[in-house]
Nanobody
Framework: QVQLVESGGGLVQAGGSLRLSCAAS????????MAWFRQAPGKEREFVAA????????YYADSVKGRFTISRDNAKSTVYLQMNSLKPEDTAVYHC?????????????????WGQGTQVTVSS
């Protein structure tokens, strides 16, 4: 049983920063790519960023490029999301996930394990 626990969310003013963390535990047979997705009320879950096991490759949604940075610490089985220059449209519940298939990295269906999420609210 794999568990993912996110933390670091909160309320911040536009232009501010937050750092999200996602700790993985349990029977982790093989961790490959890990990612962050977000879901705002009434909207579909959308891809934010992903990072491969080695950390050599990262992927970002166009809406967060240049503002967000994903990183990981494999010794701690933890992935991070540094979010700078936050905008009100970044408000959402942020979920981390572990990729389990060869489907597109940006597709939610490619991920089998999900955390409960952490709320990020950006005020204008």
């Amino acid at each position: 049983q794999v568990q993912l626990v996110e933390s670091g969310g909160g309320l911040v003013q536009a232009g501010g920063s937050l750092r999200l963390s996602c700790a993985a535990s349990g029977r982790i047979m093989s961790i490959t790519t890990m990612a962050w997705f977000r879901q705002a009320p009434g909207k579909e879950r959308e891809f934010v960023a992903a990072i491969t096991w080695s950390g050599d490759n990262t992927y970002y949604a166009d809406s967060v490029k240049g503002r967000f940075t994903i990183s990981r610490d494999n010794a701690k089985s933890t992935v991070y999301l540094q979010m700078n220059s936050l905008k009100p449209e970044d408000t959402a519940v942020y979920h981390c996930a572990i990729k389990s298939s060869f489907r597109s990295t940006m597709t939610p269906s490619a991920y089998a394990y999900w955390g409960q999420g952490t709320q990020v609210t950006v005020s204008s």
